[in-house]
């Protein structure tokens, strides 16, 4: 299982990753910003009332009535898009943060690889010293 996952996380292009990081995270943020700006459409509740007291053969009222339940349903739709729109922009700040601090832990991994291998160069070579003046 691990085997698979390693597979995985090997076949990932991790520096175009870390290098379109920024660009998600900014465009997360202007469609945060664009979504998030607009208003919210508020249902015209005194037509609603007035609907309702008009007869049901009025064609007029129920164009009305069908008018006012799309502006319901479209103020509802918006709200969505506005919370999808702010998730996004969420997700894409703690990519970001991610894909900060993997760059980091792949920096730092591979300072220890070179000190870990540097560290058996200098054991063979003191080993290798050891040997020859016995």
Do not use: C
């Amino acid at each position: 299982m691990a085997g698979a996952w390693l597979r995985v996380l090997k076949s990932v292009p991790w520096g175009e990753v870390i290098a379109a990081a920024p660009q998600v995270a900014n465009s997360a943020r202007r469609l945060w910003d664009t979504v998030g700006g607009k208003g919210v459409a508020t249902p015209n509740t005194e037509l609603d009332e007035a609907v309702a007291h008009m007869p049901l053969d009025d064609g007029m009222a129920l164009i009305a009535a069908q008018v006012e339940r799309q502006d319901i349903a479209l103020a509802q739709l918006q709200g969505q898009v506005r919370e999808a729109s702010k998730l996004i922009a969420e997700l894409a700040d703690q990519n970001a943060q991610l894909v900060a601090k993997l760059q980091a832990a792949r920096e730092r991994l591979t300072l220890i690889g070179f000190t870990a291998a540097g560290s058996i160069v200098l054991a063979v070579v003191a080993l290798s010293l050891v040997l020859a003046r016995t």
